[in-house]
């Protein structure tokens, strides 16, 4: 018990004493229905990879009747500050889940990007695009049904604990391809929603390490009374 307790504040006061500053990550769920099926191909997570970096992950969903969708590229409404950034990949094996195949790079011709599906934010609200393996456009390969993916955007400036990612990026999209042909044509861009992604105020962690420490100053007292 007392090697476990120490161990957990002593592990608690590294994370409190390291200095490091991270924005707060962000989640988006991106949702399409037509008439009363709904359909949810999957959550992007945003979120802070270092000190100029963003790492970009997208879980892909399996929903009913649309298996074989292939997620081909992502779209974003960023500021004029940050509308240059470079998109790289992990090193191969980084991740376990990762699609060591996907090679994901900036796409430059932003009239590739539709006009949304399921929202009526218009495409000339998206100034930054990322797709695979052609900087032109998007095309199959993507993330299929059922993976994840990650990649980075780098060159981001001004990031810190209080940073407001899902303010940076403004709106979120992605574009899907290789659906059944009675599912809009076959492809979709759709704009994410925002999801609430708790992360604990440094408020409430130094208040729990104090209580911590605390108890382990009580609990070596105890033992040698």
């Known amino acids: 018990m007392r090697h476990h ?7 608690l006061g590294l994370l409190l004493g390291s200095g490091a500053a991270m924005a707060g990550p962000v989640q988006y769920e991106f949702l399409y229905s037509v008439g009363t099926t709904h359909y949810n191909f999957g959550t992007m997570t945003v979120a802070q990879a270092g000190p100029g970096s963003l790492s970009v992950r997208f879980d892909a969903a399996s929903p009913a009747g649309a298996n074989g969708f292939q997620v081909t590229g992502f779209a974003f409404a960023l500021g004029p500050a940050h509308q240059n950034l470079t998109v790289s990949n992990p090193a191969p094996g980084a991740f376990g889940f990762d699609q060591d195949g996907l090679n994901w790079v900036r796409l430059a011709n932003l009239n590739a990007i539709p006009n949304p599906a399921n929202s009526p934010i218009g495409k000339g609200a998206f100034t930054f695009g990322v ?7 998007f095309n199959p390969p993507g993330i299929g049904a059922g993976q994840a993916d990650i990649y980075y955007l780098n060159g981001v400036t001004g990031l ?27 492809s979709l861009f759709l704009v994410g929603t925002p999801l609430t992604v708790p992360v604990p105020e440094p408020a409430t962690l130094a208040l729990l390490g104090a209580g911590l420490a605390g108890l382990g100053f009580a609990y070596r007292r105890r033992r040698r009374g």
């Open 160 to 186: 810190s604990e209080a940073t407001d990612i899902a303010g940076l990026i403004g709106h979120a999209g992605i574009r899907v391809q290789s659906l059944p042909n009675d599912l809009n044509g076959g």
């Open 131 to 137: 797709t695979e393996g052609n900087a032109n456009n």
């Open 5 to 11: 307790l120490l161990g957990t504040v002593a592990a």
